[in-house]
């Protein structure tokens, strides 16, 4: 029998209950320092002028990341890249592990709200930046005229709840379907659809956190 | 009785893929007629499109999340 559940699976440390998916993805963030420690010591510190291999890659993801991102947010790219990078790789990590037979740490509400309230505090933060201080902030967010502030700002704060709940409710729905079709075909059907439901799934859902991440900056520095 | 009741709000709460799918239909076909006119500009299209169609999908997760608390907490519950 098929069972949903909002709330989190338990599980505990030392005798405090943290949840499944905090070991999980302190697993997986574990995983990643490491990888991302060997990486900075074998490829960054050797950086050569024509690169070669792995550093090839390394360039084109981070190169391709900061011109998307100044194509949506201009001059705050430098800024605003590499904290949607990292949103990015860390919700990626933690859902394509599903592939590996894991609970997914972003299966959790409480996972995709911490997602949706770091874009909320990057987007603040590169607003009251990049538009000198609260007063410009204010100023930008009665921008057409002062009657639509409080829609605004209503918006802003619905932003980080939208984030969290389209984020987790495509994760809940695609494990949903996956466990629905290993109980009717459990042999080849699941081999065919997970290569949609658990990666390239996973890949779109990681895109629009990136894009919505850079649009919600934009609104709030143009 | 109940669980009638229950899968008929479940399927209420469906109607709103019509919604969803008409919203979608007419942005692609606008976007598609804007590509016609001035090819040049479909990459800024296309992203428009793009962010447009997300905040769409969004309202209809929305529903989807409804049915299925509907169907799996309240039809468990019943």
Redesign the interface.
């Known amino acids: 029998m098929l069972e949903v559940s909002l709330f989190p699976t338990p599980f505990e440390v030392f005798g405090v209950n943290v949840g499944l998916s905090v070991v999980i993805s302190w697993c997986v963030m574990a995983i990643l320092l490491t990888g991302l420690t060997l990486l900075y010591f074998l490829v960054v510190r050797r950086m050569k002028p024509v690169p070669r291999g792995a550093q090839n890659v390394l360039e084109m993801a981070v190169d391709g990341m900061h011109r998307w991102a100044e194509g949506k947010v201009g001059h705050a790219a430098d800024f605003v890249a590499p904290v949607s990078m990292t949103l990015m790789t860390y919700v990626f990590c933690n859902t394509i592990i599903e592939l590996f037979g894991l609970p997914p740490a972003t299966d959790d509400i409480n996972c995709t709200f911490a997602m949706g309230l770091c874009t909320f505090v990057t987007v603040n933060v590169t607003g009251l930046k990049f538009r000198g201080g609260l007063r410009g902030r204010i100023q930008g967010l009665c921008n057409p005229s002062p009657v639509v502030m409080p829609i605004r700002i209503l918006t802003d704060l619905i932003a980080p709840c939208s984030i969290a709940i389209r984020l987790f409710a495509n994760i809940m729905v695609g494990g949903i379907i996956m466990q629905l079709i290993y109980a009717v075909a459990p042999v080849i059907l699941p081999a065919v659809v997970a290569s949609y439901f658990n990666v390239l799934h996973v890949g779109i859902q990681t895109f629009v956190l990136g894009l919505l991440t850079l649009v919600y900056v934009s609104e709030a520095i143009e | 009785m109940t669980l009638g009741i229950i899968a008929i709000g479940a399927g209420i709460a469906a109607l709103c893929g019509a919604g969803a799918a008409l919203g979608m239909g007419n942005a692609t076909g606008k976007a598609v007629e804007a590509i016609a006119r001035q090819p040049e500009a479909s990459g800024k299209i296309n992203?428009s499109l793009?962010?447009g169609l997300?905040m769409m999908e969004?309202c209809a997760?929305?529903a989807?999340?409804v049915g299925?608390?509907i169907v799996?907490?309240l039809g468990a519950k019943a």
Request: hydrophobic share 75%; charged share 0%.
């Open positions: 992203s793009m962010f997300i969004t997760v929305y989807l999340l299925i608390l799996f907490i």
